[in-house]
C-alpha cells in the first residue's frame, strides 16, 4: 500500500476517532456495559441498493459480497442503527503489485485515539454497532502482505492469514500494519489473480469466523442482483 494513502487513512481514522468520541461516543457514559443482544449471533442480509450500486461500479474487483450484517444497535437511545455505506478505491500500487479494491462500512470504532475511557465502550466495534470490511483484487501481481501471516483456509479458500496485531493503526511494525494492522487479513488466489479481503477486529477469533462467512459470500459482481 502506497506510504501517502497509509498515512491518510491513518489521519482519517484518528479523525474519525476524536469526532466520534467528541459527539456520539462521548455523550456514552464512562461504565458502558453491554447488552446480552451484543452478542447475539450475526444475520447476514442482501446489500442495500446503494452498496450494489457501488459494487457495479466497482466492476474492476471483480467480486463483492452477496450479503453483509446490518447493525441492531443505535448510539444512543432513541437513534436508529447506522446504515451500511460502501466506497470504491481505485488502482494503486502495492508493492509489485496493482490492486483496486472498496470497502463496506457502518458504525465508526472505538479505539485508543477515541479517550481515555475508550476500553469500556470497545464492545461496540462488535457488528452490532459497527463494521468494516475491505475487498481487493490484484489487477496485476502479488501483492506485500504482512510478514504475520500463516497458511489458512477461509471461507472455502486456502491462503494467507494475518490476524489483527492490536487495536488502532499504530499497532504493528514493518509491514504487520499492511492493509490495517487492526484488521483480520486474508489473501487468497482466485483464478488468475489474488485477492485481499480484511475485517476491523472485535477479537481474532469471531473476527477470523465472520471473516470467513463473508468470503463465502463473494460473488462475480455481474451476477449480483439490480434492485
Not at 1 to 20: D, E, I, K, Q
Not at 22 to 33: C, H, K, M, N, Q
Not at 137 to 143: C, E, N
Request: with cysteine; charged share 20%; proline share 10%.
Amino acid at each position: 500500500m502506497p506510504p501517502l494513502r497509509v498515512a491518510l487513512l491513518a489521519a482519517a481514522a484518528a479523525l474519525t476517532s476524536v469526532s466520534f468520541s467528541a459527539g456520539v461516543g462521548g455523550a456514552l457514559p464512562t461504565v458502558d456495559p453491554p447488552p446480552k443482544v451484543a452478542f447475539a449471533p450475526v444475520r447476514l442480509y442482501p446489500l442495500p441498493a446503494r452498496a450494489l450500486t457501488q459494487c457495479r461500479l466497482a466492476r474492476v474487483v471483480e467480486l463483492c459480497p452477496r450479503r453483509l450484517p446490518r447493525a441492531w444497535i443505535a448510539y444512543r437511545r432513541g437513534a436508529t442503527p447506522p446504515a451500511l455505506a460502501a466506497e470504491r478505491f481505485a488502482a494503486h500500487r502495492n508493492g509489485g503489485a496493482v490492486e483496486a479494491g472498496i470497502s463496506f462500512s457502518y458504525g465508526a470504532p472505538w479505539e485508543p485515539d477515541s479517550g481515555p475511557d475508550w476500553q469500556q465502550h470497545a464492545w461496540r466495534n462488535r457488528p452490532c454497532c459497527f463494521l468494516h470490511l475491505d475487498l481487493w483484487h490484484a489487477i496485476r501481481g502479488k501483492p506485500t502482505f504482512p510478514n504475520t501471516a500463516r497458511p489458512a483456509t477461509l471461507g472455502g479458500h486456502e491462503g494467507d492469514l494475518a490476524p489483527a496485531t492490536g487495536a488502532g493503526l499504530g499497532c504493528g511494525a514493518g509491514n504487520a500494519g499492511v492493509y490495517f494492522c487492526n484488521h483480520a487479513r486474508f489473501r487468497w488466489k482466485q483464478g488468475d489473480s489474488w485477492f485481499v479481503a480484511t475485517l476491523h477486529s472485535f477479537g481474532n477469533k469471531e473476527t477470523t469466523a465472520l471473516l470467513g462467512r463473508l468470503i463465502r459470500e463473494l460473488r462475480p459482481i455481474g451476477t449480483l442482483p439490480r434492485r
